[in-house]
């Protein structure tokens, strides 16, 4: 068993989620093959329609455990609760198909887990941005009061530090506290947003630590959607609806922290339709007729896919909070 500051590394399941991305795919799996202390194992569950990542990880990848998420796409949390069901080492950790580790990856998350009062490890996912290791240095990974989140997790704070919630490409948990809590709560539809955050609240809730380890890394580089773009309209109801639902299943639908975000979220909707519409009345001023009644048409359509976001998201969070 692998080693670092004198006590053993716990064994690991890495857990790959992957949607019709065999490219992306076998460049994450030849990461993980290279790093210096090797997983206990490498699960890759599969939402795809074809065959293509099967033959992959048959043909590349023999060691590999697959399995076939029979629920299909956007349903990321149901993948990663068949890895977690199967896993067999103390920690389970997580990483995107479109994720490379570098080769010290588990070196610098695992060493954390010898505090029995961690639940979670993870670490830093870079993209080779300018600025981007010092952006939101001293905001990483914040549950805010007004019910808002921050991300930055690609900026290096120098140290492992406390976190409310951890980014789903690179992230670990302690398999243990993964049953206490009764696996990984489904629910979260549409886009991979959130899933991971109510599971993080989950673990907090608890009463385990959360730690951001910077020097974990990997290389996070954002692939193409399947199914639609990153931040269109489908995104804009998908991200808002989860939101709303992670916050009424966790906090419930009279708490605070709902009625604050449901301010800060009309307001920050509003003050996007405005700044876009002043872009489409400046169009429309330039003679741009046709495009302006286009984009002008979009941020109403976006507008409405945020509202629309809300109320689903509190019907559908408040019956979760029942049955949970």
């Not at 954390?112 to 961690?118: E, F, K, Q, R, T």
């Not at 489409?280 to 495009?291: F, I, L």
């Not at 409405?304 to 559908?316: E, K, M, N, Q």
Request: hydrophobic content about 40%; some cysteine.
């Amino acid at each position: 068993m692998a080693t670092t500051g004198g006590g053993p590394l716990p064994p690991t399941s890495v857990a790959v989620i992957t949607y019709e991305r065999p490219d992306y795919l076998e460049r994450c799996l030849t990461h993980l093959a290279a790093l210096r202390t090797p997983p206990l194992e490498v699960i890759v569950v599969d939402s795809s329609d074809s065959d293509t990542s099967a033959r992959l990880v048959r043909e590349r990848f023999p060691d590999v455990r697959y399995l076939v998420n029979t629920a299909g796409p956007n349903t990321m949390a149901t993948a990663r609760n068949l890895a977690f069901q199967i896993a067999r080492g103390d920690v389970v950790a997580f990483i995107d198909d479109d994720a490379y580790a570098e080769e010290t990856w588990l070196d610098h998350l695992l060493p954390h887990y010898a505090d029995p009062g961690v639940g979670a490890v993870g670490g830093r996912q870079i993209r080779r941005q300018e600025g981007e290791l010092t952006e939101g240095v001293d905001e990483i990974g914040r549950f805010l009061e007004d019910g808002t989140l921050t991300g930055f997790f690609a900026a290096d704070p120098g140290r492992p530090i406390e976190v409310d919630h951890l980014l789903g490409a690179n992230m670990s948990y302690r398999r243990s506290v993964l049953v206490e809590l009764g696996g990984i709560r489904d629910g979260y539809h549409g886009t991979c947003v959130r899933e991971e955050t109510d599971l993080c609240f989950r673990v907090k809730a608890a009463g385990y630590r959360l730690v951001f380890a910077p020097d974990a890394v990997v290389e996070h580089v954002a692939a193409p959607y399947a199914k639609g773009q990153r931040f269109d309209l489908r995104y804009a109801y998908w991200a808002q609806k989860n939101h709303v639902i992670v916050l009424v299943r966790n906090f419930g639908p009279r708490a605070g922290v709902l009625r604050r975000y449901l301010k800060a979220s009309r307001r920050a909707a509003t003050s996007d339709y405005r700044e876009r519409m002043a872009r489409t009345r400046s169009r429309a001023s330039d003679g741009d007729t046709r495009g302006a009644l286009v984009a002008g048409g979009a941020a109403q359509l976006r507008l409405l896919a945020v509202a629309a976001g809300t109320l689903t998201g509190y019907v559908a969070g408040s019956a979760m909070r029942r049955r949970d």
